[in-house]
């Protein structure tokens, strides 16, 4: 008979694949609870059966969630709730925040428990940079409004990471490299299951690769950060020197241009007085 837990929200992260990357903490809350809200039942009963317990489920998806939500919130006064979703951790590309947020409101104790998540393996597997990264979940479908998005990640100087599907796969790395220029990518494929893969690329070899071949399975997208940008040219120098001059001082001018484009301020104000003719 597992401990009784305090009342409350316990968001439990389950495998993404693999049973076996349960973790012993999840197993044992899950044991505990006296009810877990599901994504769909039919896959956690399956990891529930793995662990050799039943227990009252409770679905809680994007289509219920705002009728059940504060039912379950009043519950977890008195009640101790899990939060699951199909796989991986809640809340990530699925639903959850808002089970959070009104049970931050109502004074709920809230635990988490953590484990995997397909973006963290994925950047694991991709060998580009993980110093910096955003999650941007799944890119919209429609091709414009995916345009947008990706062009509001073009300047961003870190690893872009995104959920994909594979029959989509290939028009979105197309629309990437168009968004991004051609950089280095990775697909992360079927992590922690038998045919699990991580194929790396610039993302126009990988779009190639994947048009003559959609995947088949879980997919994310992994995008390194741009290169370094391009050295300013002498003609990019000049035009700025000669815009500074129209509102600042010779001195100024050449300290403005210097410090944007980390050329030499000597040079350039030297310049400056040539071209205002002293
Ligand atoms: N909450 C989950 C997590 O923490 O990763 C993500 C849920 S989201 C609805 C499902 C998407 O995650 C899939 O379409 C795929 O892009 C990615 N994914 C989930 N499992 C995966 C796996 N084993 N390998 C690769 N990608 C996976």
Redesign the pocket.
Known sequence: MAEPLEPGLYIVATP??NLGDLSPRAAQVLSAVDLIAVEDSRVTAKLLHHIGIKQPMLPYHDHNADKVRPGLVARMASEAIALV?D????L???PGYKLVRDAREAGRHIVTIPG????IA?LTLSGLPTDRFLFAGFLPAKAKARADMIAEFSTLRATLTF???GPRLAATLAALAQGLGNRDAAI??????SYEECVTGTLLDLAERYAEAPPKG???IIVGPPGEPEPASAEDVETALRAALKNASPAQAAGLVARQFGADRKTLYARALELQGK
């Open positions: 993404i694949g979703s796989a991986g951790t809640p990530i590309s699925d995997p998540s397909a973006v994925a959920y994909e599907s992360a494929r079927e992590i922690t299951k879980e997919i994310v």
